[in-house]
């Protein structure tokens, strides 16, 4: 339970700062955000696992954060292009 808690605070904390740093307004309430930033954090790892063919590795750290960043932002500018309303 703590560690669906977590994900979803993880997830709250990238798809915050992938909005403050996306240019332009991005309109999407809590549940939008929170899945926003674990989505980012899905794509980018399940990319990291498919380049590098290792498994997704557990544990927090700097770079995973960065690159959870540039997923949720390449989300929201997926999700603009296709016209999802962000």
Not at 34 to 62: C, H, I, P
Request: charged share 5%.
């Amino acid at each position: 339970m703590l560690n669906i808690i977590g994900i979803i605070v993880s997830g709250l904390f990238v798809g915050v700062l992938a909005r403050f740093f996306y240019p332009g307004t991005v309109d999407m309430g809590f549940w939008m955000t929170s899945l926003l930033g674990v989505g980012g954090a899905l794509v980018v790892g399940l990319l990291a696992s498919f380049a590098n063919g290792q498994g997704v590795r557990e544990g927090f750290n700097r770079a995973g954060c960065f690159s959870s960043l540039l997923g949720a932002m390449l989300l929201i500018f997926i999700g603009r292009q296709l016209g999802w309303g962000f």
